[in-house]
């Protein structure tokens, strides 16, 4: 069963664009979770979608959203990008969501923002 | 007060050598994730758990949910087990939702 793919694995951007991301979740899971990981901040949750709703949110500024299709793929778009918006994007897969769910994480999108 | 505490922030150690990393947590939890990451980023979920022990191979992860304390052991040590080891434990955010709170990591080092 192939895990979990994110695409792209590398972007540089520059202030103010935006920027898509994507999540292809393992087959069968319909839970994607986001998170961000820098080195002062270390790992934070953006937020988590289920059968193509959000279920949950961070403390991440409305310039940060997401959605989920019909097939559980996810995309996270990060509008008017920031210097501080350079990270690794990790999204994270589970067949449902609640805490006895396992996450399978994907390789994670290095974005760098100049 | 970040409401995951990891120790050491960095340990190094030689081939061989038993390994002991503590996870604190401050929220209450019904279960705590172990995960390890490698240099360029991906993350593998080494151990989910909730009471006791559980082991897989080198590895052994215990908690006290009453003392709110996990610890991950490695027994005899090699380089390929240099990585940063994460804890995470699954944060109540409203209704049946929940948000996994991460610990800032500890950076393993072992030298051959």
């Known amino acids: 069963k192939a895990g979990v793919t994110q695409t792209p694995r590398y972007l540089i951007k520059t202030r103010g664009q935006q920027v898509t991301l994507s999540c292809s979740p393992i087959s069968g899971h319909r839970s994607v979770s986001w998170y961000q990981q820098t080195p002062g901040q270390g790992l934070q949750f953006l937020f988590e979608y289920f059968s193509e709703t959000q279920r949950n949110k961070g403390n991440f500024p409305g310039r940060f959203s997401g959605r989920q299709f019909s097939n559980s793929r996810s995309e996270m778009n990060v509008s008017t990008l920031e210097l501080g918006d350079s990270a690794l994007y990790l999204c994270?897969?589970?067949?449902?969501?609640?805490?006895?769910?396992?996450?399978?994480f994907g390789p994670g999108t290095r974005l760098t923002v100049l | 007060k970040n409401e995951v505490e990891q120790s050491p922030q960095n340990l190094t150690a030689q081939e061989g050598e038993f390994i002991t990393i503590n996870c604190s947590y401050s929220v209450g939890i019904s279960a705590l994730h172990w995960l390890q990451q490698h240099p360029g980023g991906g993350i593998v979920s080494l151990f989910m758990l909730s009471s006791g022990k559980k082991k897989h191979g080198r590895l052994i992860a215990t908690i006290n949910i009453q003392e709110k304390h996990s610890s991950l052991h490695i027994t005899a040590s090699h380089p390929r087990d240099s990585a940063v080891y994460i804890c995470?434990?699954?944060?109540?955010?409203?209704?049946?939702?929940?948000?996994?709170?991460f610990g800032k990591g500890t950076l393993l080092t072992v030298n051959p």
């Open positions: 994270a897969s589970s067949i449902g969501t609640g805490v006895n769910n396992e996450q399978f």
């Open positions: 995470a434990v699954p944060q109540r955010s409203g209704g049946s939702n929940y948000k996994l709170t």
